[in-house]
T-cell receptor
Framework: DAGITQSPRHKVTETGTPVTLRCHQT?????MYWYRQDPGHGLRLIHY???????DKGEVSDGYSVSRSKTEDFLLTLESATSSQTSVYFC????????????FGSGTRLTVV | DQQVKQNSPSLSVQEGRISILNCDYT??????FLWYKKYPAEGPTFLIS?????DKNEDGRFTVFLNKSAKHLSLHIVPSQPGDSAVYFC?????????????FGKGTHLIIQP
């Protein structure tokens, strides 16, 4: 979707290194979310934000931190990457209006070796 | 403990027939339910939703049915088309809008056979 972009699209990193994934939106939506998708687990919520500098933990937040200094950007940081964090990461945005559907980005495929 | 369950990892349906995807939930606080469709290498896209005050919602070829007493919902696609081949995720919200995130099932891979 043109209103939300994730970067990078693919990344390979070494165990123990910090990694930051970026989600950028042009929709001015208040709510932003980070999910990870793994085989056999579906989509699981990592962290979410309900405004600038307002964030909270999701179901699988251990080993991750987030920051939102501007409405349009939501950063996900793996403080010290582990192989268990190899996954596809999706960012989503919402204004919780209408059908309450989230708009998802195209994903970042992260491989920790 | 999984609160949203999609017990069929895959489903194969002939083109033109009806596809029925099922979803069960355990959290009685869920009051809003959504279906998402996902193609490989793309993000999920919103398909259809239903509030707990309704038992049916229809949008073109897609209909979602909600049975609150059974904590069960289903997505019907009629008629099924080749472009419907994708992974379908059921999702639920307990906050009346998903402000604190949606809970997703593991997904069902729908394959439409020509």
């Amino acid at each position: 979707d043109a209103g939300i972009t994730q970067s990078p699209r693919h990344k390979v990193t070494e165990t123990g290194t910090p990694v930051t994934l970026r989600c950028h939106q042009t929709e001015n939506h208040r709510y932003m979310y980070w999910y990870r998708q793994d085989p056999g687990h579906g989509l699981r919520l990592i962290h979410y934000s309900y405004g600038v500098k307002d964030t909270d933990k999701g179901e699988v937040s251990d080993g991750y931190s987030v920051s939102r200094s501007k409405t349009e950007d939501f950063l996900l940081t793996l403080e010290s990457a582990t192989s268990s964090q190899t996954s596809v990461y999706f960012c989503a945005i919402s204004d919780l209006q209408g059908n309450y559907g989230y708009t998802f980005g195209s994903g970042t495929r992260l491989t920790v070796v | 403990d999984q609160q949203v369950k999609q017990n069929s990892p895959s489903l194969s349906v002939q083109e033109g027939r009806i596809s029925i995807l099922n979803c069960d939930y355990t959290n009685s606080m869920f009051d809003y339910f959504l279906w998402y469709k996902k193609y490989p290498a793309e993000g999920p896209t919103f398909l259809i939703s239903i509030s707990s005050i309704k038992d049916k919602n229809e949008d073109g070829r897609f209909t979602v049915f909600l049975n609150k007493s059974a904590k069960h919902l289903s997505l019907h696609i009629v008629p099924s088309q080749p472009g419907d081949s994708a992974v379908y995720f059921c999702a639920a919200s307990a906050s009346g809008g998903g402000a604190d995130g949606l809970t997703f099932g593991k997904g069902t891979h729908l394959i439409i056979q020509p």
